[in-house]
């Protein structure tokens, strides 16, 4: 008998493992702890060799020079897109969906359904690598969000003809800065992501850009500078985007916790999962 060959313990292999077990434990009360713990490690193993990939010098620039905005092409490993991809079928049936007239129509999971659902998703979220390497983008020790905060980990789906959002800013009701993480997941789609850098810079003219979140496609962005929208749907088409936030101060007053929470639960994932942690889908 042989040895086992090498690759029984390269990530990939380990990631098909994890592909496997997240079809079998889908229950939502009894998280499966060792198959996180594979996860984790292996998305560390990813993300870390990724991040080592990439043209530090000229991200820097760009993210700077953009006004604090980053659109990065297939930075997403193809291993963990394959396992997000599956996660995906599990959290269509909980997508949430809402209707503001002339702002925003679609669909949203928020993260107490994401976390058990979607743990390869969470895993990214929660990865030391990523975070160190936006740190060192942004210039600033951004952490996670609260475990309350449905944003933290969502994801958006354009599934209906139509379905868009308005322009706006990813406005911090936190006491500083909040930053928004973008990743492509699925795009069927002629939809863009239309960008208005350099509003709130006086010493530059405004500047367009519109850009398509193919899968693995990253986009990072400081939520109080960047004027954003999502073009219409067009018939037949999808679109998922998996959104992460990170802040600098985990601290809200209570008063802007009332005003985020009423807009979450209007705009996104809905009154009772929001006010009270649950899914009125499970
Ligand atoms: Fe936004």
Not at 55 to 82: A, K, S
Not at 137 to 144: D, N, S, T
Not at 155 to 183: C, M, N, P, W
Not at 237 to 247: A, G, I, S
Request: glycine letters at 4%; one cysteine or more; hydrophobic letters at 35%.
């Amino acid at each position: 008998m042989g040895a086992l060959p090498s690759r029984s313990f390269h990530p990939i292999y380990l990631y098909t493992i994890r592909l496997i077990t997240s079809r079998v434990s889908t229950d939502m009360d009894s998280p499966d702890s060792k198959t996180s713990v594979v996860n984790d490690a292996v998305t560390e193993a990813m993300i870390r060799a990724a991040v080592a990939k990439l043209d530090w010098p000229r991200l820097e620039h760009e993210y700077w020079e953009q006004d604090e905005f980053l659109y990065l092409n297939n930075f997403l490993p193809p291993e963990v897109l394959r396992v997000w991809e599956q996660e995906l079928t599990t959290l269509r049936p909980r997508i949430h969906r809402n209707y503001i007239p002339g702002h925003k129509k679609g669909g949203s999971v928020g993260y107490d359904t994401m976390r058990v659902l979607a743990p390869a998703m969470d895993a990214v979220y929660r990865s030391q690598s990523f975070i160190q390497f936006l740190q060192k983008l942004v210039r600033a020790e951004i952490k996670e969000c609260p475990e309350s905060d449905p944003h933290r980990c969502a994801l958006y789906a354009y599934t209906e003809q139509g379905d868009h959002i308005g322009f706006h800013y990813d406005t911090s009701y936190y006491k500083d800065r909040r930053y928004t993480v973008l990743f492509g997941l699925r795009d069927d789609s002629n939809s863009r992501l239309v960008c208005r850098l350099h509003t709130r810079n006086a010493n530059r003219e405004t500047e367009w850009m519109a850009v398509k979140l193919a899968p693995g496609t990253l986009v990072l962005f400081n939520g109080d500078k960047v004027y954003h929208a999502v073009t219409p749907l067009q018939k037949g088409e999808e679109r998922f985007v998996l959104t992460l936030q990170y802040v600098t101060s985990e601290e809200m007053h209570w008063f802007w916790r009332f005003v985020s929470n009423m807009k979450d639960s209007i705009a996104y994932f809905g009154f009772r999962q929001v006010f009270f942690n649950r899914d009125p889908k499970v």
